[in-house]
């Protein structure tokens, strides 16, 4: 996101790169050739490092997240390009939680956004829906709420157990997501390409919508109310309102050109972004960002590791490419981000796609159409 600053304050960046299990080995790399056709011809310094952190490395060496991993990445990188998790070896998938959870957590990455786009109108499963109704943004607090692992389990295995889990709302922690999903209206607004950094008042600015079940969780959720009375008030050139996540959920599909950015908790983020997703072609198309602005954040495709596809050369690397157009927004290099999207859009306009978006071609015949498209117009 443009408003976020470059870690270091520099033209340099330095990427972390953890391609994963499964698919994540193939499309990553995809990405990480996109980026490099993107920013090789403006000269822009890039750095990458790979790391081999993912089952087959926990599986020999019982290590998952090495230790001094996040110091390192929070000190010496500016972002991390992610690709998936998950092993069939590992059944307990507990590499996978201990590395992508436990980077969430401990870099503190509490903004968890997720584009929806519609990048071609045939991705779309509503009647007479155009990419000019279906464009969005979901912030989701990405630290909290009913993820925290608090809770527990009273005469287990009983006919008479009770589990419990918590449900977490700090008044920090609620502050600070909705503040972002503001500040990032303020900051941008809706042109022709999606969303865009804010400038000519020609643009249409963008609303937000913060979502929540106050009506029912009436402590957590009063939380959110008043905090986001407090904060709404603050930014009055911004048109917001409130919609309970139900009512929400049946008006994403009645009518999306209603939304720009929705904010809301972890659990209702999760599962909105994800019916948002399928407005605009689903897991195929979705990427990712995990963000604390101005420090090390995270940008991974929203799928996993596909291990029913893995090694058979058709991944399709679309939710990668655009995850790492994030990345370079975030980097502050914009229009390098529009090429990557630009790229995407055209290959699914001359149907240069994977199997599973419709098309014949394998991931490398799509890597090099993107590849190309991004050297070309960079
Ligand atoms: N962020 C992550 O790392 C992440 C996210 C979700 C699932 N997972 C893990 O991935 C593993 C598989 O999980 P799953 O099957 O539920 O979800 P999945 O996203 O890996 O796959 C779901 C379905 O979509 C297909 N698919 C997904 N991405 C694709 C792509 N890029 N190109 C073509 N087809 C694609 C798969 O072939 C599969 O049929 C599990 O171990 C799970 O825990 C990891």
Redesign the pocket.
Known sequence: MPNIPLRNGGPKARIAVIP?????R??TPVAVQVIKATTARRGRPLEFVEFDWGADKYLRENVSLPEGAVEMLRDDFDAIL???????R?PS?QH?ADI?LGLRMKLDLYVNARPTELLHPRFTPLRDRTPADINLMVFRENTEGLYVGVGGFFKKGTPDEIAVQEDVNSRKGVDRIIRHAFDYARSHSRGSAGFQPASGSSQKPLRVCMSDKSNALTFAHDLWQRVFKSVRAEYPEIDSRHLYIDTLAMELVRDPSQFDVIVTCNLFGDIISDLAAQLAGG??LAP?ANIHPGRTSLF??????????AGKG???????VLASGMLLEFLGWNEESAVLKQSVKSALAENVT????GGSKP?LEVADYLTNYAAKHS
Do not use: K, M, Q
Not at 20 to 24: E, L, M, P, Q, S
Not at 82 to 88: E, K, M, S, V
Not at 300 to 309: F, K, L, Q
Not at 314 to 320: D, L, M, Q, R, T
């Open positions: 994963g299990d499964g698919i994540g193939e499309v992610f690709g998936a998790l998950g092993d069939p590992v998938n996978a992508l897991l195929g990712s991974e495709p929203v799928h996993g590791s596909a291990p029913n596809i058709i991944a399709n690397p679309f939710g990668a994977t199997p599973d978006l991931t």
